[in-house]
């Protein structure tokens, strides 16, 4: 049988294409077919190529001789909003950047071409990637293809929904505040967060102070997410913070007997959770039991408060720091972006070194965690996709929300300190919606927390229930 982007891993696809069995311009006319019967609905995919051209790139890569192959030779991706790819508009999600063609590649994209991608387009992004809501001024909202009507969480809302419909069968992203990982959990497919420099950003402005946001592979394997994970990681000699990474793919599942997971749950209160979703996380966890392995609930291990207050003064000042031009720009930003723009500006160093104090303290005590668990399980989002139309939840089980991502804060704890997280897949809920859990370990174990991810898809294999389209 053909391999389709729809139904296939990116594994397979790869293995036929290097066989000979499918050629690089046959699986880009099925991508194409595959856009177009669906794309219309979720809006997923935006500045998409030119048919013809991609056609003609898929038919030069076909002439490629094959000791010149990378690993991603011939496979079809649209790249995240947020990332420049050479000849084609990046535009954030902002009508300020609208018409902004790049002239370059990002060193990602740059990473997965050389790797013998085909760079299709992009997918969509919020504003500035802030919100875990994919929405935004340029190209509109993308919809959850489990129901049209609802979010598909973001940043990364665009990829998690072209892997979801089976427009492509590997996708960047990037992750400050659970953008790798809201998304895979709303659409039923796997984000990972790597560690903290293992995937190097744009050496561009302090390459030194800003450790909070890292890309990242999704996929609807562990094993897919390894195979995109080695293209993009390792070190950029412009830069002083990376990591020498060995491969990850071919990725084998871990041996579960004898491991220890620990169980945070809501943080012994502190996260408010919709109904359903501890139900669907705990269901997760009695996968792992089968599987042999020990969990056990943990009780609190740093005030949740604390973190949160670490969290939002460090990512203002980051957001800030990034985004402060475009403050002549006023009236063209959305509200989020004012906001925290406004926030980081007010800042003393001192308050960023006491935020940056308490991030230490954090790190620390989760290392010692490390030490008795081989992973430690949360829930990846604190309510179900909501509907699309609203900008972000207003509260959550009768808890009132504060600041416009305050209902993520379940992903800050891994956020703030850097650590490998992997978002998988636990099902569905009463209304049919997809739900997820995030597991994390010490920082540098990528590969560890990956193998425990093949093992449990190969119980599960969520991502093979579809959506309806």
Not at 196 to 225: K, N
Not at 307 to 312: A, D, E, G, K, N
Not at 336 to 350: F, H, K, L, T, Y
Request: with cysteine; charged share 15%; net charge negative.
């Amino acid at each position: 049988m053909t391999p389709t982007p729809e139904r296939d891993s990116a594994a397979r696809i790869l293995s036929e294409l290097g066989a000979g069995r499918i050629s690089c311009a046959e699986l880009m006319g099925i991508t194409l077919d595959r856009i177009a019967a669906v794309n219309e609905t979720v809006n997923a995919i935006v500045a998409l190529r030119d048919p013809d051209d991609l056609l003609a790139s898929a038919r030069a890569a076909d002439a490629v001789p094959a000791a010149q192959r990378g690993p991603l030779h011939g496979l079809p991706i649209a790249v995240k909003d947020l990332v420049n790819v050479s000849g084609i508009v990046t535009s954030q999600g902002s009508p300020i950047f609208r018409d902004a063609v790049a002239g370059a590649d990002d060193i990602v994209a740059a990473r997965m071409r050389a790797a013998g991608a085909i760079l299709i387009g992009k997918t969509n992004v919020p504003e500035f990637g802030l919100g875990s809501h994919t929405f935004n001024p340029v190209y509109g909202a993308t919809a959850n293809p489990y129901d049209p009507a609802r979010s598909c969480g973001g940043s990364s809302g665009g990829a998690a929904v072209a892997l979801a419909t089976g427009m492509v069968a590997l996708a960047d992203g990037s992750d400050m505040m659970g953008s790798l990982r809201n998304p895979a959990a709303w659409n039923n497919v796997y984000g990972f967060r790597p560690s903290w420099g293992r995937v190097p950003p744009e050496p561009q402005g302090d390459t030194f102070l800003h450790q909070l946001a890292t890309l990242g592979p999704m996929a609807r394997s562990p094993g897919d997410i390894a195979i995109l994970l080695d293209v993009m990681s390792g070190r950029d000699a412009r830069q002083p913070h990376g990591m020498d990474c060995a491969a990850v793919s071919p990725l084998e599942g871990a041996e579960m007997k004898g491991r220890r997971i620990g169980w945070l749950g809501d943080w012994g209160g502190a996260f408010a959770m919709e109904q359903g979703l501890m139900e669907r996380a705990e269901a997760a966890l009695r996968v792992f039991e089968d599987l042999g392995a020990h969990v056990e609930p943990v009780a609190p291990p740093f005030d949740a408060g604390a973190i949160w207050q670490s969290w939002i003064d460090l990512r203002s000042w980051a957001v800030a720091a990034a985004l402060s031009p475009l403050m002549t720009r006023k009236a063209q930003l959305k509200d989020s972006a004012i906001w925290e723009i406004e926030r980081g500006q007010a800042m003393s160093a001192m308050q960023v070194h006491s935020a940056s104090v308490i991030r230490s303290g954090w790190f620390a005590r989760a290392a010692a965690l490390f030490d008795d668990y081989d992973a430690l399980v949360l829930p990846a989002a604190q309510v179900w996709p909501f509907d699309m139309t609203l900008p972000w939840p207003q509260e959550i089980a009768g808890h009132a929300m504060d600041t416009y991502h305050r209902w993520m804060e379940v992903v800050v704890p891994v956020s703030l300190i850097g650590l490998p997280c992997l978002a998988l897949p636990a099902g569905f809920g009463a209304a049919g919606l997809p739900a997820g859990v995030q597991m994390f370990t010490r920082r540098g174990s990528d590969a560890a927390l990956l193998a425990l991810g093949a093992a449990y898809h190969a119980a599960t294999g969520w991502p093979q229930e579809r959506p309806a389209m």
